[in-house]
């Protein structure tokens, strides 16, 4: 059963090749800013890379770590679980093979997605705000947008796109279980300050 707690304020990592030799020490630096859980998105690795960066991220943080898009690498590496898309392997293909424990979760960003979401653990709403570090992620749906998707959905909803410490209290009040960040921890000069702040305007 999926604790909740842990949506509370995912870092996502940043897929910026020219700063991936200290991901880690960013990713360490963001959990020590207070966030719950982390997701390794990483579009332009290799799955060898992706790989041998989750296993270093699970040895240096005591939170769990999700793999996007790729339930194999995930299980590859020891993670907790995945986050899959539209275009991923669907959640209930992945439950045949992934162990009782291995959190699921889906995108949300339309009515079209709404039969994989359904049989996920969680679901990932958005952009919310809008993303520019997602460029498949679509236009953005707003609150309103937010609050009517997971209204059709059982599972606890993170909200997700141009989250920032200004908009976080927001959809947090608008019914979100948590936020998911990319840009606002790991474009910040400070990752542990930039979560740190995220933390305590959604009181985590």
Same mark, same amino acid.
């Given at each position: 059963?999926? +604790? ?16 991936? #030799? ?6 360490? $630096? ?6 719950? *859980?982390?997701? =390794? ?11 041998? &960066?989750?296993? *270093?991220?699970?040895?240096?943080? *005591?939170?769990? @770590? ?7 690498? #995930? ?15 669907? =959640? ?13 979760? $889906? ?15 969680? @679901? ?7 993303? +520019? *570090? ?6 953005? &749906? ?36 948590? @936020?998911? =960040? ?7 000069? +400070? ?5 740190? #702040? &995220?933390?305590?305007? &959604?009181?985590?």
């Amino acid at each position: 059963m999926l +604790d909740p707690k842990i949506l509370r304020l995912v870092a996502i990592t940043d897929d910026a090749e020219d700063r991936r #030799a200290t991901l880690t020490d960013r990713v360490e $630096a963001a959990v020590r800013g207070g966030a719950t *859980s982390v997701q =390794v998105r990483l579009k332009a690795a290799t799955p060898r890379e992706v790989v041998e &960066i989750t296993r *270093s991220i699970i040895c240096r943080v *005591s939170v769990p @770590v999700i793999v996007n898009d790729r339930a194999d690498i #995930a299980l590859a590496a020891g993670a907790a679980g995945v986050h899959v898309g539209e275009a991923d392997l669907p =959640v209930a293909a992945i439950r045949r093979f992934a162990p009782a424990s291995f959190i699921i979760g $889906a995108s949300l960003g339309s009515d079209a997605e709404l039969p994989n979401a359904k049989d996920a653990d969680y @679901v990932g709403i958005g952009p919310v705000y809008g993303s +520019d *570090s997602k460029s498949d992620a679509g236009s953005a &749906i707003g609150v309103a947008g937010f609050k009517r998707l997971a209204a059709l959905v059982e599972h606890p909803a993170l909200a997700v796109g141009g989250i920032t410490a200004d908009r976080a209290l927001q959809i947090t009040v608008a019914g979100a279980a948590g @936020v998911a =960040v990319i840009n606002a921890i790991f474009k910040a000069d +400070d990752p542990e300050s930039a979560t740190r #702040a &995220i933390a305590a305007a &959604i009181g985590k």
